[in-house]
């Protein structure tokens, strides 16, 4: 079994990571990166993803853990339907949607598999106690 001892050692963490990588290269396209407004909420939106994965496993418990990776899957949605958004205003093609938007649905399908995961545990178990036992698999 791996034991997760710091944030980036999480996989949903490392495919927001990935997600905000991909958000930033597409609002920097030509079009896109002149419509202000839409381009900070998409990047705000994708790397609130990422920061609130980490920022939830550092308060160490279980629940304030779970509380924030359910923010994070938020996040993640309001990224998912701003990908239709920036579609729609022919920002991005349909192949840079797809990307977008799968990677949207699996960092949220991943997410919710973990918080059911950590919600087994009592919610004042620390979070490190409980990665021990965590076997990866999201």
Do not use: H, P
Not at 71 to 97: A, H, P, Q, W
Not at 98 to 104: G, P, Q, R, S, V
Not at 108 to 114: G, L, N, Q, V
């Amino acid at each position: 079994m791996a034991t997760v001892e710091r944030f980036e050692d999480l996989e949903i963490w490392q495919l927001a990571r990935k997600l905000v990588k991909l958000v930033y290269n597409l609002t920097e396209k030509k079009g896109f990166s002149k419509d202000y407004g839409l381009k900070d909420q998409i990047q705000r939106s994708s790397v609130s993803v990422m920061n609130n994965i980490s920022e939830g496993f550092e308060c160490r418990t279980t629940k304030r853990f779970v509380d924030y990776l359910g923010r994070s899957k938020g996040s993640c949605g309001e990224t998912r339907s701003m990908s239709y958004v920036i579609l729609d205003c022919n920002y991005i093609t349909k192949e840079e949607f797809k990307e977008l938007n799968d990677l949207c649905i699996t960092i949220s399908k991943k997410t919710r598999r973990f918080m059911n995961y950590l919600e087994k545990y009592d919610s004042n178990d620390r979070v490190c106690d409980v990665m021990v036992e965590y076997n990866g698999e999201l």
